[in-house]
């Protein structure tokens, strides 16, 4: 954590840590909704509310 707070303020970034209960990988990055929970299996889903397509680690990290 140390280390990512180095590199942040090095490059001029804003870390931003994420309680551990935060549904990131359940929240569309594009709009915000939240969707139901899924099975891990689960990698691509498609927002219901404004129908953007995810990969669920790549939503995650965007979210």
Same mark, same amino acid.
């Given at each position: 954590? !140390?280390?990512?707070?180095?590199?942040?303020?090095?490059?001029? !970034?804003?870390?931003?840590?994420?309680?551990?209960?935060?549904?990131?990988?359940?929240?569309? =990055?594009?709009? $915000?909704?939240? =969707?139901?929970?899924?099975?891990? =299996?689960? !990698?691509?889903?498609?927002?219901?509310?404004?129908?953007?397509? $995810?990969?669920?680690?790549?939503?995650?990290?965007?979210?």
């Amino acid at each position: 954590m !140390r280390q990512l707070a180095y590199k942040a303020e090095w490059y001029g !970034r804003t870390l931003v840590v994420a309680d551990r209960h935060f549904p990131s990988t359940r929240r569309c =990055s594009a709009c $915000h909704a939240l =969707s139901g929970p899924k099975e891990l =299996s689960v !990698r691509v889903w498609t927002c219901a509310l404004c129908g953007t397509e $995810h990969d669920r680690d790549v939503n995650a990290a965007a979210a």
